[in-house]
């Protein structure tokens, strides 16, 4: 007996501490990013991070901006140019949270990768690339709306205490990141709405625009342009613009990179932008309804000036009745009558399009040469008669005419106007007009409102004052919060 | 005529069946009552070293086979056995005296019983009577109440029973604070028991009880125990209960005219005119939506229980049925149980006990709350215009948030959700527990037992097509929880002249498997199938699974001694290992000792007559709390996936937190307390001091949003409990045809927080509302956990808005302008019961009631969010800022300017008192004089008519003041449009054979 019992007690000891050890059924980080299907499942986590926060958010406060458009409900007191209130507030945090939850996934990634075990050095470069491409556009856009920010690296990933960069280091950061992914990024993308060479190249013109680099804007975008990579999309009628921007498309010739949605995992911003009563070509605008908060209206010159026989006039904007009192137009650019529900718009999301580098290209050879060259006139032209229905490659008689805006102002008016009708409702027509300074003006021209001095900087989050020793209220914050 | 033929038959009847007992031996028949007089039910009578035993009536008499020198043995719980020689009278009455020992009454303890005189620790019981007084869809909540330092809070009226229960207070801020249940002996969760089950309730509240259960016992323990047969005549007892749920209490909002009005104020301040005619609002309806989507409801519920036995065999059986459907339409909960006790001996060494249940529930849900601007079922019903009705005059229902421009377009329909949507649940568990006992040698055994509990939950949820607000969509999710309990334990008991010894030693395993899945799909065709054909949607969801296991080994041991009865000493220890922490830190060891001194023993007490029993007690312990999650401590990659080449691709991130090194959460008690006995026990006291503290923390260092992370967990703070109990029961009135018993309890506990990381505040998380998105609890060192910590306001400014004081005076408002301005903590809570019978009559109240609570209704900062055309309550109409008010009525008017643009923040305005007084039940039963009419063959036919929550005292303006919208740990005390609570009329009626 005793025996027995002295047995039992030592094979219960014996095979006690195995039982204890955990399994888990899931993936670590330790056993991570070492093969080629692991570091695009890497690329893909920042990539994600966008969807909350900056994929609604971000466009939406940007239109709400915007010298053409105005926000309605909740979104209506930012088209007062005051300033952001609290309600508005709590979306710029979410396009804060988003960004940075980002640039989190891509400094893990960059840390690790140069480890992995099971992929050749040009493959690192590659991924690392695509990850240093994306980190470079979540930080472009913090410094566009908010100004100076922390900056997160994968050098300093454990420091939770990181004061705000000069906007010269920050620009270095993002000029190096995109100068890295500019070489190294596959030259036709891996997967469609994974950056190509193309695309870290577009962004960096942008950046260098931004920091008024023409020459190197310049150059960039002719190679970009000379490549033959990306074509304009011809269109006929009003609907062939479904060809670019509907719900259907997976890739086109003017696919520079997008942010990719489909049925199962969407688009918010055309939720937004619907409303459940909108008929466009038959069919609902959006499976599920519609928030409607983004309106134009008569009344605004630049909506009035625009000549009808222009096709995106009719295409991104609809007649409806909101019932404020005045005719209201929709922004109708994107559409999805078999969305499922209202996070599930499969339109993707054209962060940078063919005619934007296009029209940025026009903007380069005119601050360049002092005025535009036939070239540049060229260029604008070939945007604008797609616009209209024409073939680009041909001369139309709509086309501008080179002595007729021979002086750099008078063209770069054109470009702005282009500009505003091209990308409508694209989320770029406010950081455009900031960055040609003057957005006051046009704001004016257009809607006769004032902008206060406060409304040109979002508000760095409370969060981050709470949490980030490094950072302080009373200094920190951005002027007029 | 009848009457006279039934009671001739019935004489008859019993004559033969007198008869028939004649023809083997005599028959003794007789009555039992206690000293006062009064008839004892259930007294065991049996002729001594036989096996021939019955049991009294509840009339107290008895009719046992016996004859002239043959000697019964009477027993009863509280008196002890008595045996008495039958004369040549074969009547036999007998008088039970209650002895000074006879708290010989045994008291349910971890891994085996003590007499109460033995117990040194904190243990309230409370009784299975109690617990089945009314209908209850989880059997816990009947704790309401009924201990002293046991407060149950309801957090919603959901059907199914959702609350929180707390023992001493919170211990912790990220683990849970929840007690460990454990039924007939196995870990087990309590929400499906049939309460008419259950025997007694035993809850474990100071460390000297509860360290025996090591890891999982810092928040207390509560050891339910289900009924068992008895030898002796088989019995059949059958309970039915019918009865009416309705809205305990409808918020006062506005009719059609007043909401035209107000908004017609509101368009003129904000946009420069007014909206509405006044033809137009003479010619609104008014549609009360509240009372549309509230109704009267039915509760039912059937038992049935079979028990008997004889020396060899004890068999229990119960079957019960409850169906309770909730005042919100197409939502209920259903339970069926079914039961099976057996007790079995095979001889005297070795014994069998096997206990075998089943239940299925049923439950569907419509719960949907919370939300903003009318974005929920709930908040739709407040918030929807009056001058609106549901639906169109074609039938199909009407989008609210078309019907003016000003409309907010979150506002819901109700009857859209509650038609057109539905959530059921259905879960089958089975639980088998199987221990065999064997005695080694005299005073030693071995009881080894196996409890398997596995459980089964299958969630349906089904949108069809007619919903506004998204396509049609189904989705399907299932949870498979298999547990195993194995425990091994030796038991010794030893009783040498004035030495009592009580070992027990041992080691359990436990292990929890659980697996997830889920799928659904969205755009079906047809809505018939609902979730049966999931392959018929056009959109697929991404399917999931999930997978967790948890391990947990222990060794236990105590030693109860008493010397002479007089002197107690308990010393336990319990040693845990769980699988959830880093190794190296898997093992925690639980310590306690305890010392009991029964003063009432001692020679210069002997002859005090009026003090029957005087016990102090005084007690240390260490327990645990497991506090995270499995694979908390390993770095694990979350798996997702995201649109990218025209289809999903499958990305991999880290998680939120950043994981380190953790261990036990641990809990030193110390508690001290005194037992009194006055007039031989008629009045009973019992009081209790504790101060626990809780270190190792696991606290979250919320990191600052650039960081990528959300927070990292550490094992830092402290947290301190403190508090007193009492208890006090009477027989105030114990005699022949009056008894009352009058009882009470109260506690009151001090909740603080001693220390965090960094003395940082850690604040509560954020309730977003899109016009306010801010947090409203604090955690800080030296205040409760869980403080409403928030804006003050500073009356109105010139033209009418909100303002809020400026601590700091720097022109803006911020975190450092907060202050704590109100604590969701109660300073005391209490329960009253008074149980009075008379002839057969039986009438018994219950009070409970909680004071110095704060609530946060944050469903009253809908009042100030005005330019959206919700409906608001009358108040924001009668009582607010206008511009030719004069100052006084202005700085007295309740609510700001009527405008869309006021500065609303979470502010003190929202803080009320949430003190309540609530009779939870009140009943009034007869129990039909069987006996007096002579029907033999029915033992007991009670009727009954009861109310619960039927009057309640409070000064909170929100729906009710039990509420806990957002759970009971950290954003505790939160209303904010949660499932109403109801008051119930019910009747019923109790058959026993």
């Known amino acids: 007996m005793k025996n027995l019992l002295i047995f039992m007690g030592l094979l219960v000891t014996c095979s006690c501490s195995k039982w204890l050890d955990e399994e888990p059924k899931a993936v670590s980080e330790v056993t991570f990013y070492n093969t080629e299907q692991e570091a695009a499942a890497a690329v893909l986590a920042p990539l994600n991070k966008f969807r909350s926060g900056f994929a609604m958010s971000f466009p939406g406060l940007m239109e709400s901006f915007a010298d053409y458009q105005y926000g309605r409900g909740s979104w209506a007191s930012n088209s007062d140019y005051k300033g952001l209130d609290p309600q508005n507030v709590s979306r710029s945090d979410g396009i804060w949270s988003s960004l940075y939850n980002a640039i989190r996934d891509c400094n893990i990634a960059i840390s690790r990768l140069p480890e992995g075990s099971d992929l050749t050095e040009e493959q690192k470069s590659a991924f690392i690339a695509e990850l240093r491409f994306i980190r470079g556009f979540a930080y472009f856009t913090l410094v566009q709306l908010w100004s100076e920010v922390p900056l997160r690296t994968e050098m300093n990933m454990d420091e939770w205490d990181l004061p705000k960069s000069s906007l010269d280091e920050l620009y270095a950061f993002i000029v190096a990141d995109l100068e890295f992914a500019a070489l190294h990024c596959p030259q036709t993308e891996r997967l469609i709405g994974t950056p190509s060479r193309y695309a870290a190249q577009g962004l960096l013109a942008q950046v260098y625009m931004q920091l008024k680099n023409y020459q190197g804007a310049h150059d960039l975008l002719k190679s970009i342009i000379d490549s033959k990579r990306y074509a304009l999309v011809p269109v006929n009628t009003v609907r062939d613009f479904e060809k670019i921007f509907g719900p259907d498309v997976v890739n086109t010739t003017e696919e520079v990179f997008y942010l990719k949605s489909t049925h199962t995992a969407g688009w918010q911003f055309v939720m937004f932008c619907s409303h459940p009563n909108a008929v466009i070509d038959g069919k609902k605008m959006h499976g599920a309804g519609g928030w409607y908060g983004l309106y134009t209206r008569t009344g605004n010159t630049l909506f009035d000036e625009w000549d009808n026989a222009d096709l995106r006039k009719g295409y991104n904007t609809l007649f409806l009745d909101l019932g404020l009192g005045f005719d209201t137009y929709l922004p109708t650019k994107f559409y999805d009558p078999l969305a499922p529900s209202s996070d599930n718009a499969s339109n993707s999301n054209p962060i940078i399009r063919y005619p934007d580098l296009l029209l940025l290209y026009a903007e380069s050879i005119n601050e360049l040469h002092d005025g535009p060259t036939q070239e540049a006139m060229d260029v604008l032209n070939r945007v604008r008669r797609r616009g209209y229905g024409y073939a680009p490659d041909q001369p139309a008689s709509i086309d501008y005419v080179l002595a007729d805006y021979g002086s750099k102002a008078q063209f770069l008016e054109l470009i702005i106007k282009e500009q505003a009708y091209e990308t409508w409702n694209e989320g770029k027509r406010w950081l455009f007009l900031r960055r040609l300074g003057i957005a006051a003006e046009k704001v004016m021209d257009a809607k006769g409102l004032t902008i206060e001095e406060k409304h040109y900087l979002f508000p760095i989050p409370a969060a981050e004052f709470n949490y980030n020793a490094a950072l302080d209220a009373g200094r920190d914050q951005n002027p007029g919060y | ?993």
């Open chain 2, 1 to 993: 005529m009848v009457h006279k033929l039934l009671k001739k038959w019935c004489c008859l009847a019993s004559c033969l069946c007198l008869g028939f007992h004649a023809l083997g031996q005599d028959t003794v028949t007789g009555r039992v009552t206690d000293e006062g007089g009064t008839p004892l039910e259930g007294v065991s009578v049996s002729v001594k070293n036989t096996a021939n035993s019955t049991s009294t009536n509840v009339e107290g008499h008895y009719s046992i086979g016996a004859r002239q020198g043959n000697v019964l043995v009477f027993g009863y719980v509280g008196y002890g056995t008595q045996e008495v020689e039958v004369g040549a009278n074969l009547t036999l009455d007998v008088k039970l005296v209650t002895k000074q020992e006879a708290l010989d009454e045994v008291v349910v303890v971890g891994y085996g019983t003590l007499k109460r005189r033995d117990v040194t620790g904190a243990i309230a019981s409370v009784s299975g009577q109690k617990m089945s007084e009314y209908v209850v869809p989880n059997p816990v909540q009947a704790l309401q109440g009924r201990a002293a330092g046991v407060v149950v809070t309801t957090n919603s009226g959901a059907p199914n029973g959702n609350f929180t229960v707390r023992i001493r207070g919170s211990n912790s801020i990220r683990g849970g604070n929840d007690p460990l249940y454990i039924i007939d002996g196995m870990p087990s969760s309590p929400s499906s028991i049939n309460s008419l089950d259950i025997e007694s309730v035993e809850v474990l509240k100071d460390a000297s009880a509860t360290a025996i259960y090591g890891s999982r016992a810092a928040n207390g323990v509560v050891l339910i125990t289900t009924k068992r047969g008895k030898s002796g005549a088989a019995s059949i007892a059958y309970d039915v209960n019918y009865g009416i749920q309705s809205q305990i209490k409808k918020l006062d909002m506005m009719n059609a005219t007043e909401w035209a009005t107000f908004y017609n104020e509101q368009q003129l301040n904000d946009v420069g005119k007014t909206y509405f005619t006044d033809e137009q609002i003479a010619a609104m309806g008014n549609v009360d939506w509240q009372s549309l989507v509230f109704q009267n409801a039915p509760i039912q519920n059937h038992n049935l229980m079979v028990m008997g036995g004889t020396e060899k065999a004890k068999v229990l059986v119960s079957g019960s049925a409850m169906t309770r459907d909730g005042i919100i339409p197409n939502s209920k909960y259903d339970k069926y149980n079914l039961r099976s006790n057996i007790d079995y001996n095979f001889n005297d060494r070795f014994s069998l006990q096997l206990n075998m249940v089943y239940t299925r529930t049923g439950r569907s849900d419509q719960n949907s709350g919370g939300g903003n601007r009318g974005g929920s079922l709930i908040g739709g019903t407040l918030a929807s215009p009056p001058s609106l009705q549901p639906y169109n005059e074609d039938g199909s229902y009407q989008n609210l948030q078309l019907a003016y421009p000003f409309m907010s377009n979150a506002l819901l329909n109700p009857f859209n959700i509650l038609n057109e949507t539905s959530s059921k649940t259905n879960a089958n568990l089975g639980n088998i527990n199987l221990a065999l006992g064997y005695e080694l040698i005299k005073g030693l055994s071995l009881r080894t037992s196996l409890g398997i509990e596995n459980n089964d939950y299958q969630t349906d949820y089904y949108r069809t097509s007619k919903y506004l607000y998204g396509a049609s969509n189904a989705s399907i999710s299932n949870q498979h929880d298999m547990t195993i309990v194995n425990e091994n334990i030796l038991n010794y008991h030893m009783d040498i002249n004035d030495h009592a010894l009580d070992a027990v030693g041992g080691f359990t395993y436990q292990q929890y498997v659980g697996k997830s899945s889920s799928m659904s799909g969205s755009n079906f065709i047809s809505d018939a199938p609902e979730t049966g054909q999931i392959s018929g949607a056009s959109i697929f969801g991404i399917p999931s699974s999930g997978y967790t296991k948890w391990v947990l080994m222990s060794y236990l041991g105590r030693i109860n001694y008493s010397f002479k009865g007089k002197y107690v000493m308990t010393v336990s220890a319990r040693s845990d290992g769980s699988s959830r922490y880093s190794p190296g830190n898997k093992w925690g060891f639980f310590p306690s000792a305890a010392l009991a001194w029964r003063i009432s023993q001692e020679r210069f007490l002997s002859n005090v007559d009026w003090l029957s029993e005087l016990k102090l007690r005084a007690g240390y312990g260490r327990t645990g709390s497991t506090a995270i999650s499995p694979y908390a401590t390993l770095n694990m990659l979350s798996q997702g996936k995201t649109p990218i080449n025209g289809d999903m691709g499958t990305f991999y991130a880290p998680s939120t937190t950043l994981p380190a090194n953790l261990r036990w959460e641990t809990t030193d008690q110390i508690n001290v307390g005194v037992d009194i006995g006055l007039l031989t026990n008629r009045l009973r006291i019992t009081a209790d001091y504790y101060d626990k503290i809780t270190k190792d923390l696991l606290n979250a260092v919320i990191l600052p949003p650039s960081s990528g992370y959300g927070n990292t967990i550490r094992n830092i703070g402290k947290m301190g409990n403190k508090g007193v109990e009492l208890m006090v029961e009477g027989d105030v009135i114990s005699n022949d045809r009056l008894l009352w018993t009058l009882s009470g309890n109260i506690s009151a506990n001090r909740n603080k927080v001693i220390s965090l990381y960094g003395g940082d505040d850690v604040y509560g998380s954020n309730v977003n509302l899109s016009y306010i998105n801010d947090f409203i609890h604090l955690i800080r060192e030296g205040e409760p956990m869980g403080v409403f910590f928030t804006y003050k306001e500073n009356g109105y400014t010139d033209d009418g808005n909100l303002q809020y004081i400026d601590r700091d005076d720097n022109g803006t408002l911020s975190v450092a302008d907060k202050m704590i301005t109100g604590n969701p903590y109660p300073d005391f809570t209490y329960g009253i019961n008074s149980d009075l019978s008379y002839r057969g009559f039986d009438f018994s109240f219950f009070f409970q009631g909680s004071q110095g609570n704060d609530l946060f209704n944050v469903g009253e900062t809908a009042n100030l969010d005005q330019g959206m055309g919700l409906n608001l309550r009358k108040g924001v109409l009668n009582s607010h800022w206008k511009p030719d008010n004069s100052p006084e009525a202005n700085a007295a008017a309740k609510y700001p300017r009527v405008s869309r643009s006021i500065a609303v923040q979470y502010s003190d305005r929202f803080i009320e008192d949430g003190s309540y007084l609530r009779l939870k039940n009140i009943s009034l039963g007869y129990n039909l004089p069987l006996q007096k009419w002579g029907i033999q063959w029915c033992n007991q036919l009670k009727v009954y008519v009861s109310a619960q929550n039927i009057w309640t005292l409070t000064k909170y303006t929100g729906m009710d003041p039990e509420v806990n919208s957002l759970g009971g740990n950290i954003n505790i005390g939160v209303d904010y449009l949660t499932y109403p609570n109801v008051k119930t009329v019910s009747f019923g009626a109790r058959v026993q054979f």
